[in-house]
T-cell receptor, first 111, second 112 residues
Framework: EDKVVQSPLSLVVHEGDTVTLNCSYE??????LLWYKQEKKAPTFLFML????IEKKSGRLSSILDKKELSSILNITATQTGDSAIYLC???????????FGKGTRLHILP | NAGVTQTPKFRILKIGQSMTLQCTQD?????MYWYRQDPGMGLKLIYY???????DKGEVPNGYNVSRSTTEDFPLRLELAAPSQTSVYFC???????????FGPGTRLTVT
């Protein structure tokens, strides 16, 4: 059965800390892995990682795909209170054209 | 407990046809959402609802309509299908704003 597992489920750190969020997957015919940030209303897209693009960076956020280990990490450096959110990982499969979401990591940044 | 279910899984429409995408959740969640996801893009919010009888527009509502007559159901209506509406549609629900959203399996729609 295809699945996406994120860890930790929740995380509380102080402003300025660096955090690493994990996503592992077991998906037949992997196509891409996506990270979303979910704040109040709707998830917002962060990164998409594929076989041809295994590392992405935007400001203080960066993500790496490890196809050998079937996993990805999302790093956030110098965290700010505005980084508090649920971070979703999703994996797209070629077969059946499906996308499987993990349960998310709830990140809380203390001022 | 089935979570969030969507039907159909796949659909091909001709330009100008209409259809309804069904979404049902059995978790007694107040909030429900409809998203579309285009290839290589993230989710875009079409409409959302904070409870039965209440709906509101999201980022890309044009060409769509919704209704929320019950807590469980949140159908999405396409009245005059256009090729630009070719996408994968996700329904989601949550207990309330800011809580984890539970997503349905998606509906892949092609308009030709």
């Amino acid at each position: 059965e295809d699945k996406v597992v994120q860890s930790p489920l929740s995380l509380v750190v102080h402003e300025g800390d660096t955090v690493t969020l994990n996503c592992s997957y077991e998906v037949t015919n992997f196509r891409s892995l996506l990270w979303y940030k979910q704040e109040k209303k709707a998830p917002t897209f962060l990164f998409m990682l594929t076989s041809s693009g295994i590392e992405k960076k935007s400001g203080r956020l960066s993500s790496i795909l490890d196809k050998k280990e079937l996993s990805s990490i999302l790093n956030i450096t110098a965290t700010q209170t505005g980084d508090s959110a649920i971070y979703l990982c999703a994996v797209e499969a070629v077969r059946d054209d499906k996308i499987i979401f993990g349960k998310g990591t709830r990140l809380h940044i203390l001022p | 407990n089935a979570g969030v279910t969507q039907t159909p899984k796949f659909r091909i429409l001709k330009i100008g046809q209409s259809m309804t995408l069904q979404c049902t959740q059995d978790m007694n969640h107040n909030y429900m959402y409809w998203y579309r996801q285009d290839p290589g893009m993230g989710l875009k919010l079409i409409y959302y609802s904070v409870g039965a009888g209440i709906t509101d527009k999201g980022e890309v509502p044009n060409g769509y309509n919704v209704s929320r007559s019950t807590t469980e159901d949140f159908p999405l209506r396409l009245e005059l299908a256009a090729p630009s509406q070719t996408s994968v549609y996700f329904c989601a629900s949550s207990y309330q704003q800011g809580y984890e959203q539970y997503f349905g399996p998606g509906t892949r729609l092609t308009v030709t």
